[in-house]
T-cell receptor, first 116, second 113 residues
């Protein structure tokens, strides 16, 4: 099946720094990708929809200036956590639809962000 | 929040037993999906059931859907230790280009040897 990768898998940074997380579709093109965050032992919460060639759309309550999303190609979306703080520590997961107008999604393995 | 509720939150069973997880949701849906997540990993799609379907099978998995009650259940038969994971239901919202998923709260399943 289709594969979605994320890089890095783990990152530890100091408070106030910015961290970029990459999400790649390895063997298919994705005009749309989704970014989620997940706190320990909790569910996934959709943060934003990344659209290739246009602005991302953010869910209510998600600061777009805090979480910058760039979808510059059909296989790559990046999420940059700007001026990270300890409360941004979380598990960030991306996903991409498995095909045009299909309902299932392929998920990346996730990125564990720890802000000290 | 449109997030669905799942119960139980945690389930511990012996290998070979069946595991049943339930999911309730709030809005009308096109389909409902079940995903599995191993600890600290991404999600793996298990099965999708459409709103006009009532039951679906895939290997040891059986999913039911009751749209009148806005609920679904996932049954794993003859469980194995390797089934230990968190299981999430997800409902979709079609955005025009792709379906957004809203996840339930999840059930943590532990299968003991």
């Amino acid at each position: 099946g289709a594969v979605v990768s994320q890089h890095p898998s783990r990152v530890i940074c100091k408070s106030g720094t910015s961290v970029k997380i990459e999400c790649r579709s390895l063997d298919f093109q994705a005009t749309t990708m989704f970014w989620y965050r997940q706190f320990p032992k909790q569910s996934l919460m959709l943060m934003a929809t990344s659209n290739e060639g246009s602005k991302a759309t953010y869910e209510q309550g998600v600061e777009k200036d805090k979480f910058l999303i760039n979808h510059a190609s059909l296989t790559l979306s990046t999420l940059t956590v700007t001026s990270a703080h300890p409360e941004d520590s979380s598990f960030y997961i991306c996903s991409a639809p498995s095909g045009w107008l299909t309902d299932t999604q392929y998920f990346g393995p996730g990125t564990r962000l720890t802000v000290l | 929040s449109q997030q669905g509720e799942e119960d139980p939150q945690a389930l511990s069973i012996q290998e070979g037993e069946n595991a049943t997880m339930n999911c309730s949701y709030k809005t009308s849906i096109n389909n409902l999906q079940w995903y599995r997540q191993n600890s600290g990993r991404g999600l793996v799609h298990l099965i999708l059931i459409r709103s006009n379907e009532r039951e679906k099978h895939s290997g040891r998995l059986r999913v039911t859907l009751d749209t009148s009650k806005k609920s679904s259940s996932l049954l794993i038969t003859a469980s194995r230790a390797a089934d230990t994971a968190s299981y999430f239901c997800a409902t979709d919202r079609y955005t025009g280009t792709a379906s957004k998923l809203t996840f339930g709260t999840g059930t943590r399943l532990q299968v003991m040897l």
